[in-house]
């Protein structure tokens, strides 16, 4: 991974993971402050700046993909496996249900989407922030 690569990509975690947790926050926990609407007055903008910083985590995780975690997986890099692992893991259902969020209709679709989206979505904040924390740990060398 280049240093530009990292850098784009924790700011794209940043900025997608951010809004996706303030999206839950005003849609799940935060009521209304008008008793008479449906939906918090932030939801929507919040929701936008989501699904409008998306593309930027979608293209950070293309650019990284054959040569960085593609190549982990195969050359069976023990440094960072574990997170990296679950990175790869969730990336496609974390990206395939955000998108089907946005055609899905009937409730059922809706909320199967939904669940799935979350799920995946916490599943790979998670990982992106053990893989990185991971570089902060030094490996012991042998005989110390
Ligand atoms: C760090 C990764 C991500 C996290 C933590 C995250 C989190 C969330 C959460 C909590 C929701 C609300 C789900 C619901 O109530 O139904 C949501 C909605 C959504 N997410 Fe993500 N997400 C992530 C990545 C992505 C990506 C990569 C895409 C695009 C491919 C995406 C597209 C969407 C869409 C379209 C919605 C629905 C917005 C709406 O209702 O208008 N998300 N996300
Ligand atoms: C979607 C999958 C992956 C993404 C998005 C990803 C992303 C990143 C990023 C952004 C860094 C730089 C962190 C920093 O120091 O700022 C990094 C480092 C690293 N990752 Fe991954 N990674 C992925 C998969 C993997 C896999 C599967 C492995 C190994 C099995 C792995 C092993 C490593 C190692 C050893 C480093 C430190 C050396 C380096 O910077 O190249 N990663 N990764």
Redesign the pocket.
Known sequence: ?T?F???L??LANLLVGGTGIAYAVVRYLLDPPDPFASVHPWQGPVAHAHVLAAPLLVF??GL??RA???A??Q???????R???V??AS?APMIVSGYLLQVAIEPLWRSLWSWLHLATGALWLGA?VA??V??RERVPRAGE
Not at 75 to 81: F, I, N
Request: no cysteine; proline share 0%; aromatic share 8%.
């Open positions: 991974v240093r690569e990292a850098w990509l924790h950070g995780l990284v993909f960085h975690a593609w982990g997986v050359l069976e890099v023990g440094a960072r496996r997170s990296g692992l990175l790869v990336a992106a893989h990185l991971a570089s």
